[in-house]
């Protein structure tokens, strides 16, 4: 491979992203990973991003065992006439400690841009939270032979400065993997996470080498191992498989 810059020691994560699933009943799942995890210590950092609704109630829910909570998103601006939105201090102030930011349905379903993005995240670490940035390309452009060109191109604009010396992940999402049951090939993973750990070089010096790099899009208990054995993944974001606990353990448990 053709990446230059070293990597450093860091703990992976593994993340997962409900998205718009999980009401009240659903909090006993995420006890119950809470519970397994307190049992049996991961190696990886654990997160779930519960819909903005169940972050407070889920923080209560999980005070005190290994599992941190994160957002799906927030606002870029403090506060102000955004009807339906949600600011970083208010999902900050409910529990959070993570937040996703530039998810392909985000991108896709709101208009997200990488300016955008990169706002949302100037706005998250205003208020001390992780932010775990999105970027992937589509079927098109993978299949014009772009992949790598417009990832490169996505971590750029979606992280800012600003990162330099905090806390944050990338999550490597390809859309056409994204709840389709298909992944790209290892070979595939590694070039893509390989060419974002020189951007991230580039952008941050030596600090890049200590970012966990996820992958996301279709990871579940039978491909978990494989997938964050690759070279440059420092982890996994999850969605469909993290909804119970006896599909996203195994997950937690290959990292
Ligand atoms: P999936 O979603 O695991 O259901 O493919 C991943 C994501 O969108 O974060």
Redesign the pocket.
């Known amino acids: 491979m053709g990446y230059q810059h070293a990597v450093t020691a860091y703990r992976p994560l593994i993340a997962g992203?409900w998205k718009m699933h999980g009401v009240e009943a659903s909090l006993g799942e995420a006890r119950a990973i809470g519970a397994w995890l307190e049992e049996s210590p991961a190696s990886a950092r654990v997160a779930i991003c519960p819909p903005a609704t169940l972050i407070a109630r889920l923080s209560a829910a999980m005070i005190g065992l290994p599992v941190e909570i994160g957002a799906q998103d927030c606002h870029s601006e403090a506060n102000g006439a955004f009807t339906g939105d949600v600011s970083a201090e208010m999902v900050a102030e409910a529990g959070a400690r993570l937040v996703i930011l530039g998810?392909s349905?985000r991108r896709a379903m709101h208009g997200e841009s990488d300016a955008i993005v990169a706002r949302k995240v100037a706005a998250a670490l205003g208020v001390g939270l992780e932010p775990i940035i999105c970027v992937g390309e589509s079927l098109e452009e993978r299949k014009a032979g772009a992949a790598v060109t417009i990832v490169e191109h996505q971590v750029r604009g979606s992280a800012p400065e600003i990162l330099a010396g905090r806390p944050f992940a990338i999550a490597y999402?390809p859309v056409w993997?994204?709840?389709t049951g298909l992944v790209p090939t290892l070979a595939e993973i590694e070039d893509v996470h390989g060419a974002i750990r020189d951007v991230l070089g580039s952008l941050f010096g030596q600090a890049a080498g200590a970012v966990a790099i996820l992958y996301?899009?279709?990871?579940k208990a039978s491909n978990a191992a494989e997938i964050l054995s690759a070279e440059n993944v420092g982890g996994a974001?999850?969605?469909?498989?993290s909804l119970r606990a006896a599909d996203f353990l195994p997950i937690i448990a290959a990292a």
């Open positions: 992203n998810h349905e999402e993997a994204i709840g996301g899009g279709s990871v974001l999850v969605g469909g498989a």
